[in-house]
């Protein structure tokens, strides 16, 4: 690792950028004008949350609080756990600890700060990680073994069915950081007796892994408002996936990153009820004059992303997007699959709901929260099998009236690459174009974003969708 990436701790250094970020909003526009040259760093990435408005800002100071809880943690007497966005972190809630998800920390570091995430992706590497492991733990991953990082206190993440590389890489760090582990069973199928039950006993042997790795009960009071307040959230997502499937959706391309980031950060706290109400009010407002989401403000074409997006510095997939006219209909990332969500109806059995009228039915809840996680809920077996990857890609992209399909992942996705292209040809044979993006989400140096651009581009024209 690169001398001056030692100088300061990740999680830190994150914080006080964002720190300062979130605060460039409360003045006025034109002292936010003033600032501009003096960030020409930053100024890729604030000027598109800015311009969301008040959700922009919203999810800035969302995700500065966010690091902030990892940075002063110890020094509130909570815990802290490495984990990963394939589990809902609001157990964690409810019980006092800190979630370090990974991916998040990968996401918004890989999209704002040009120099260090490298470094982490490398430092795995040098410490016996395999360089094919996934990238979006790897990138935030490589300084908490570096010890650039809140001192972690346990690990907890899915088992390798949902994705190996994910799995492996807790292992990897809760081996060599010398943590308490758990990893949860992921379901083998969903909505049958027999699998619930075992499920629902995981869980409990993960509530008693963490009740005694933090000396503390599960705090039951808070586990309900937790869950009374995911319903809500659940009920504002839905809302605005029905937004989405109006002509043209008025959501903005960057609302679909809010949804599933805030989501993975915050589950079941009321920031992220505050960010989807706003989310809901400027949708609301579009959608009443009829108008796109776009920047470009005009919507050619309808896109769905089937697995994740692409995190190009200073949001440039999510700029090109807006550029081409071509709305993004969401992806794996951005569904609750809570039973009030409207693409249940074709996916019957795929959904959850909460009840919080007993302790067993709150625990209950929250497992099957977690089971309809990304990955958890359709990417753990064949993809053509019912309710699996292929059933629910086909299921969304009628649901949401799209005009394409793209796939784009890490190198590290061996449980989607070992299929990706008879799913694709699946896709292609209920009319739906399917565009495979070959680079890393997360590390251009596997394919630069101008090489991505250009396939990209290419697929678009040759099959005359633009
Ligand atoms: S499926 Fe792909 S993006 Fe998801 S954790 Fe695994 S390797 Fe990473």
Redesign the pocket.
Known sequence: MRPEILEYNMDWMLCSIMMAASKTADGSRKEYDRLQPYIPYFSGILEPMVNAGKPGITFLKMFTDYLDNIVTAHDKGKKVALTTFCFSPSILYSIDVVPVTLEILTTFGRLMWRRGIVDYLDYCVELGLTETA?S?QRGSMGAYLAGLGAHVDMVICDTPGV?D??ANSFTFAAAYLDKPYFQLNYPQTIGDERTDKYHLEDYMAMIDFLEKNTGKKLDLDRLKLTLDEIKIQDQLVSDLEDYHRLVPTPLPVIFNLFIYAGRFMFAGEPIYTKLLKEMLEVAGEKAAKGESGLTSGKENLRAFMCY?DHYAINLQFYDWLNDNGIAHLGGILSRTFNIASPYIKGLEGSGYSIDTSSIETMIDSIAQMNARMP?VRSIRGQYDKPGMWLEETLALAKMFKVDCIIYN??P??R??WGMVKPFAMDLEKHGYPTHVMYGDAFDERVESWEASLERLNEFFNVRGLL
Do not use: H, K, L, Q
Request: hydrophobic share 25%; aromatic share 0%.
């Open positions: 996934c979006a994705c590389t994910n994740i990955m992942g890490t590290g996705c449980n989607t």
